[in-house]
């Protein structure tokens, strides 16, 4: 049945009177609304037109098992917090594109803004024939979103979006009132690039929280009525979107304090041998970020997650949208479901890409023993030629740029906390092939425990660079 695993059980001979003698209290392993610190929004991307024809494709059942998943991941994490709540964002629903404002909402009906003569607006139906109904149908409730975006109509698709949003968070507040905990965004597939888009409008110091006027009209502007701590993208063209736009992706610098903390609390790489932790007082913060919003790909979020299955052929990466020649010489980061030693604080494993068992160690003790001397406090970050005698963290000491080195760090951080905004998921099964999982890779988030796992820790940890998890945190080849 759709959502499968997100049941609830229904038992006879439900005594109201026990209930509320028992205070009105839920079953033991369920927790109450106002209980939950960590609220998450959920962006579906294209093709939801497509539920209303067939009902299982309803982006809320996929809600439904990711919640139940996550709510499982974080069972395994020994911590008095109950999971996130998950709620879905269901704004294609709210749109027609058949008729825009411009034109009138009806079929048939004049439009009277026109001059003479007199135009008829068409709807996606006049124009499509009746050939192959079934193949004409997929196209048009599913790819369609995406041209649809591309156009004139990107406005009133921001604008659903962000009134949908703030229609669940009011609907949240009333039913929790005094309820100040953190909000993050889930953006999957064109909703990972609607969210990017929405984020980066928004203002640099939020409105504060539950202090909105519940009766603000849906279609005044795009700011969200709430603040967004953590953006976790998957599937996600925005790298794409960025490259279309000749755009890198940029930190918002919320507050000095903030970027103070980050800079005094960066973790040392294992190739940063000389590195010394600049001052706060000596950086810029106009050369680390913006402070400003309407400026494309500088959000305002305190975290970016870009979540990459291996096989999905939508997904791209955003390390090198913040610095190509940085992101090089960063390790990715395979997810997995980790290893836990004493609870939530124990040591978490990842998986790394082509690495060894012993290389953990052999980062520790492979330090450059020539870093010593006095022009060897920093790196550059140009591209080298390709030679075997100088890959992986070979980088010439006569072309560092220290100064280079410290602002991008700076920048990578205050767009992540761990120092990195990458993490992949690899087909699981030893014998799945990655050609094959394309056919369910970009589906397949929901019903993830990596990213449910991802999604659940990182809600529930408090925040700032110190508190960060080291296997979370970004290695260097």
């Known amino acids: 049945m759709p959502g499968r695993g997100a049941e609830s059980v229904v038992r006879r001979g439900f005594d109201y009177d026990q209930w509320l003698h028992g205070g009105g209290r839920p079953p033991q392993g369920q927790w109450k609304s106002r209980d939950i610190e960590h609220l998450v929004l959920v962006v579906h991307g294209i093709g939801q037109k497509l539920s209303e024809r067939v009902e299982t494709f309803d982006f809320t059942y996929a809600i439904n098992t990711f919640r139940v998943l996550m709510a499982k991941q974080h069972e395994r994490m020994s911590t008095a917090q109950s999971p996130p ?41 006049d124009i499509t024939p009746n050939t192959i109904p079934t193949v004409r149908n997929i196209i048009s409730d599913v790819l369609l979103d995406i041209p649809y975006y591309l156009s004139k109509h990107r406005s009133r698709i921001l604008h659903a979006v962000t009134a949908e949003a703030n229609r669940i968070y009011r609907l949240w507040m009333r039913n929790n009132p005094g309820w100040h905990g953190k909000i993050s965004i ?61 755009t890198n992706l940029m930190p918002r610098i919320m507050s000095k304090a903030r970027l103070s903390s980050v800079v005094m609390n960066m973790p ?15 950086l810029e913060p106009e050369r680390i970020g913006i402070d400003r919003g309407g400026v494309y790909g500088c959000l305002a979020v305190e975290n970016i997650y870009n979540v990459i299955h291996t096989s999905d052929p939508i997904a791209y990466r955003l390390n090198p949208c913040v610095d190509p020649s940085y992101a090089a010489k960063l390790r990715p980061a395979d997810l997995a479901l980790p290893i836990t030693g004493r609870g939530i604080f124990g040591k978490l494993f990842f998986r790394r890409c082509k690495e060894p068992d012993d290389s953990h160690e052999r980062r520790v003790s492979g330090a450059r023993k020539d870093m010593d001397s006095a022009d060897s406090a920093g790196y550059s970050f140009t591209r080298e030629p390709t030679s075997s005698s100088r890959e992986g963290s070979q980088i010439e000491l006569d072309s560092r740029d220290f100064r280079y080195y410290q602002v991008i760090k700076t920048r990578m951080h205050c767009l992540n906390e761990n120092g990195q905004i990458d993490f992949v998921l690899q087909p699981t099964g030893a014998l799945e092939n990655q050609y094959i999982s394309i056919l369910t890779a970009h589906s397949g988030y929901w019903e993830s425990k990596e990213f449910a796992y991802l999604v659940a820790l990182e809600c529930s940890r408090k925040e700032g660079v110190e508190n960060t998890f080291e296997s979370f945190r970004a290695l260097r080849k």
């Open 186 to 246: 889930i953006g999957h597939s064109l909703g990972s690039v609607i969210a990017v888009d929405i984020l980066s409008r928004q203002p640099t110091v939020p409105p504060p929280l539950g202090s909105q006027n519940e009766h603000r009209s849906e279609d005044d502007d795009l700011v969200l009525e709430f603040p967004v701590r953590n953006l976790f993208l998957a599937g996600s063209p925005v790298g794409f979107f960025l490259l279309l736009n000749r």
């Open 268 to 282: 040392k790489m294992d190739d940063d041998a000389g590195y010394e932790r600049p001052d706060p007082a000596d």
């Open 85 to 125: 709540a998950v709620l879905p964002v269901n704004w294609r629903r709210k749109i027609d594109f058949d008729y825009d404002e411009a034109s009138l909402s009806g079929p048939g009906q004049l439009a009277e803004t026109r001059e003479t003569p007199i135009h008829r607006p068409f709807a996606l139906s």
